[in-house]
Each structure stands twice: as C-alpha cells, then as structure tokens.
C-alpha cells in the first residue's frame, strides 16, 4: 500500500521522539525515498532541522517510526511547507519520465524547498543503468518541470 508524504509526516508527529525534537526548535525540511520504477512508495525518510544547533535529526517512518541519527547540517535549510506540495509523488514522477527514453535503474524523489528556485518542489533523479542521473525539479503546486540537469556519478567535473 502506497505511503503518502503527508500520511507518513502525520504519523511521525504521533511520535515521541519527533514531538520532543519540535518542541527544541526543530521543522521538518525534507523528505525522501527511493524505489525501483515498478515499485510503490511504502516509506519516507524524513529530515527535522535546527537552525541553532545547525543539525538535522532523521526518521525512517513506514509502518513505525524509527529514530536513525543526527548529524551536521551542511547549509541553511528553509521549512517544507506541506501545503505548498500539492501534487502526489507519482504525479511528479511522471511529469519527469514525460519524454524519458532511458531504461531507469532507480527513482530518488526528494520533497523540499529549493532556495534557488524559491518554491516547494519534488526533486526526481532519474538513475540510468551507466550510474548517470537526470534531475528534475518539479513544481509541488503543479505537474511542471521548473529545472533539469544531467549528473554523472562516474565523471569528474
């Protein structure tokens, strides 16, 4: 059964661990999965960050939530605003594979705000079989691309 990203947030919020980290000063500023072209999204990793203590504290959340670790943020991180992620994950993923002739090996779908573009967005990487990635800023409001580029994991720049 498909996960939804404001089901999987809601759930987290149930938790202990997430309310008490809330309370500290802590928002949630992404969230991510991964899956195969032919799988369904059954969980979110999800980011909480301070801005004080300049550090994000991760949860895995699928049927439970499970606290997996804190560590240093490398830059400044601005709130995803849920409401602004109005299209599904599936809707953006598709807008992305529009005209996508490669074989996809992997899907990392990543909500969040980007600050270049100023917006909530999905960010889908299209992984292809040579480790190379297409990435795809979809708009979170609507079934738009706003950005793309090509990334080699292979190639040094």
């Not at 499970?66 to 995803?80: D, G, R, T």
Request: net charge positive; glycine share 4%.
């Amino acid at each position: 059964m498909v996960l939804r990203l404001k089901q999987a947030v809601l759930r987290a919020e149930k938790n202990d661990k997430v309310d008490s980290i809330k309370k500290q000063g802590y928002f949630l500023v992404s969230a991510f999965t991964m899956l195969a072209p032919d799988e369904e999204i059954c969980g979110w990793k999800l980011h909480y960050y301070n801005p004080k203590r300049r550090d994000i504290h991760s949860f895995m959340v699928e049927k439970d939530v499970i606290y997996e670790n804190v560590s240093p943020a490398m830059s400044e991180s601005k709130k995803l605003n849920l409401d602004k992620i109005r299209i599904l994950a599936e809707d953006a993923i598709e807008e992305a594979k529009k005209g996508f002739e490669d074989e996809v090996l992997k899907i990392m779908l990543t909500a969040r705000f980007d600050q270049e573009l100023g917006k909530n967005v999905w960010s889908v990487n299209l992984v292809r079989k040579d480790m190379s990635i297409c990435s795809f800023a979809v708009s979170g409001e609507e079934k738009k691309i706003l950005s793309k580029k090509e990334i080699s994991l292979m190639k040094r720049r």
